[in-house]
C-alpha cells in the first residue's frame, strides 16, 4: 500500500508558475502509474495529467496542454506537476494518485486509481 501527500499549491497571480510535487512512501512507487487531478468548488473532480510507471507516455487534459508538465523521479519516490501561465479557472484543490494496474497509458478515470492524497490548494489570482 502506498501513502501520498502533495505539496507545493498556494496563491500566484494570473500567469504565474507553481510546481506541485507528490512524495510516496514505501518501496515500490516505481509499479504504479501516477495522474493528477483536481476539484474547483461545486465541480467534478477532473483528470489533469497522468504518466506511467516508467515515466512514458505522459498526457494531458486539453485545458491545460502546453501549459502543464508531469514528471516523476522513482529514485525519490516523487511524482510533480510543473503549472506554467496559470490562469484563475486553474483555482482548484490538486490531488495525486496512484494507479497499481502499470498499464502502459494512465488512465484519465479517477475511479481506476487505487490511492489518493489529501491535496493541495492552488489559488490563482486575477
Known amino acids: 500500500q502506498v501513502q501520498l501527500v502533495e505539496s507545493g499549491g498556494g496563491l500566484v497571480q494570473a500567469g504565474g508558475s507553481l510546481r506541485l510535487s507528490c512524495a510516496a512512501s514505501?518501496?515500490?512507487?516505481?509499479?504504479?502509474?501516477m495522474g493528477w487531478f483536481r476539484q474547483a468548488p461545486g465541480k467534478e473532480r477532473e483528470f489533469v495529467a497522468g504518466?506511467?510507471?516508467?515515466?512514458?507516455?505522459?498526457n494531458y487534459a486539453d485545458s491545460v496542454k502546453d501549459r502543464f508538465t508531469i514528471s516523476r523521479d522513482n529514485a525519490k519516490n516523487t511524482a510533480y506537476l510543473q503549472m506554467n501561465s496559470l490562469k484563475p479557472e486553474d483555482t482548484a484543490i490538486y490531488y495525486c494518485?496512484?494507479?497499481?494496474?502499470?498499464?502502459?497509458?494512465?488512465?484519465?478515470?479517477?475511479?481506476?486509481?487505487?490511492?489518493w492524497g489529501q491535496g493541495t490548494q492552488v489559488t490563482v489570482s486575477s
Open positions: 514505501g518501496r515500490t512507487f516505481s509499479r504504479y502509474n
Open positions: 494518485a496512484a494507479d497499481g494496474r502499470r498499464s502502459y497509458y494512465p488512465s484519465r478515470g479517477s475511479m481506476e486509481y487505487d490511492y
Open positions: 504518466i506511467n510507471w516508467s515515466g512514458g507516455s505522459p
